[in-house]
């Protein structure tokens, strides 16, 4: 069987963490035998422009293919409109520049299946490519699309479009599953799966093993995650000053992660007086990542729009208790006061109660570490592509199927 990977983000040279996950979940179907190639669509930008805008700075340079163990990955070029103008004419220009590089290739490209991660745009060029190609389609959500995208009239279209089309959607987690549910009809509603993403035990067993044994302090606590408002790091930094109001010691707070709420939350640091405890440490590669993870205490995340959370599996993995939020995709992983605690979103009181428990009950605080850990083990990346590979026979058999009537 012949994989054919849609996505939009990827990791490359420009950015070694950007869309880790899809890496994985190609790597993990290449390893269970499947034959992946991976196609990355890309804002067509000048280097000249791209190199001086920050947001675009990882496109310059962007080479045409890189290989990573077996899987080839092609990057393709598209006319880009922002904040999801005219989005026809950016999902055609995506789809024009994929059949392009299927063109290019030939004679390797006899795909059976195609797997589109997330909506914009390759999710939504996918039933224009698949057609070309006479083969299925299958969509990832990752996130929660944009109301700009899925309200306007053009872009809703496109999207009624792509959930009709498509052989199986594929949600990966609770939330983003009662998010599509309206949109889909009954018979489309049948090919909704849940499958969530996985986590990489081998890299995080070897990184666990190699740390300093510091003994448990229970007073560092963690984030990771871009620097966006639904991340909820504000209310940390709020949760944290008010603890020192009332006495409850913290040695540190580590923020992993960059983005355009890194002004304001350095400033709200140094506006609530806790600044030189804060460290911003921005955007570092996956290993040191998990490096700084496993030097922490407690990892703190308590986002308000979150599908999945890989995150939290890493951190639980790594032996730490972790805060999420109810009604997110942490509820997927984490079961409250066995293996972690969920907290109301955006409800700092909550939180500040939160993480006072885990700062003042360190017997608590190991007992759900040490339950995260085994959680962990449910969700790697073998399991998921087992589901996935059980989705593209299934839905490849029913393309057969309809072909020979």
Known sequence: ??????????????????????????????RSGIRVTVIVCKPWLPDVFAKGWERYRSLYGLREFEECEGVRVSFVRYLHIPRYRVPDLTVASCSRSILSKIRSLAAEMAVDVIQGHSVWPVGLAAPMVAEALHCPFVITM??????????????????????????????VGRPLERFLRPWLSDAVE?????????IDLK???????????????RKRIISVGNLWPVKGIDMNLR?????DRIGIHWDSYTVVGDGPERKRLEGLAQELGIARRVHFKGRLTHRETLKEIVNADIFS?????????????????????VIGCWGQGAEDIIRHEIDGLLVKPRDVAELTTGLRRLLTDCGFAQSLGEA???????????????????????????????RSK
């Open 372 to 402: 995260g850990v085994i959680r962990s083990r449910e969700f790697t990346w073998e399991r998921n592509a087992k589901q996935y590979v059980d989705v593209y026979k299934e839905v490849c058999g029913i393309n057969l199927l309809r």
């Open 203 to 217: 890299t995080i067993q070897e990184g666990t093993e190699k740390a300093a044994q510091k003994g448990i302090a």
């Open 142 to 171: 990752h996130i929660q699309d944009d109301a700009r995208l899925v309200t306007r009239s053009k872009g809703a279209a496109l999207y009624k479009q792509m959930l009709d089309k498509a052989s199986a959607v594929v949600a």
């Open 1 to 30: 069987m012949h994989v054919l990977i849609l996505t939009p983000v990827y990791p490359h040279a420009g950015n070694p963490v950007e869309g880790l996950f899809n890496k994985e979940h190609a790597l993990s179907l290449a």
């Open 301 to 321: 995340l308590p986002s308000w729009q979150e599908a999945f959370g890989v995150v939290y599996l890493e951190a639980m993995a790594c032996g730490k208790p």
């Open 239 to 243: 949760a944290l000053a008010g603890l």
């Open 190 to 198: 049948g090919r909704l799966r849940v499958i969530p993403n996985g």
